[in-house]
Nanobody
Framework: QVQLVESGGGLVQPGGSLRLSCEASGDNLADYDISWFRQAPGKEREAISCISSRDGTRNYIDSVQGRFTISRDSAKNTVYLQMDSLKPEDTAVYLC???????????????WGQGTQVTVSS
């Protein structure tokens, strides 16, 4: 069973950047499709990006396309989410997850991290 731990969240001004990390233990993260989800207060959890274990294909939702970049460092057993040009509407708890086939459907996620808070505010 894989355990996921996120880090890197914090408070940032609009237009700023953060890099989130999702470090795995218990198994090889490269064997899994990994998604980043986020959940803002009063809103449903949404998948925002995924990286495939098979060919490294990456996908993004429209609202983060061109601003966020997902990547994998197999040597560190870690997946990253580089977030640039942050907006107040990006404020949320960000969670990484084992998301088979990058389905982006929260009820079918097998393993979750605990989440890290990102707040974008001046």
């Amino acid at each position: 069973q894989v355990q996921l731990v996120e880090s890197g969240g914090g408070l940032v001004q609009p237009g700023g950047s953060l890099r989130l990390s999702c470090e795995a233990s218990g198994d090889n993260l490269a064997d899994y499709d990994i998604s980043w989800f986020r959940q803002a207060p009063g809103k449903e959890r949404e998948a925002i990006s995924c990286i495939s274990s098979r060919d490294g294909t990456r996908n993004y939702i429209d609202s983060v396309q061109g601003r966020f970049t997902i990547s994998r460092d197999s040597a560190k057993n870690t997946v990253y989410l580089q977030m640039d040009s942050l907006k107040p509407e990006d404020t949320a708890v960000y969670l990484c997850a084992v998301d088979d086939y990058c389905a982006g459907y929260a009820p079918r996620v097998r393993f979750w991290g605990q989440g890290t808070q990102v707040t974008v505010s001046s």
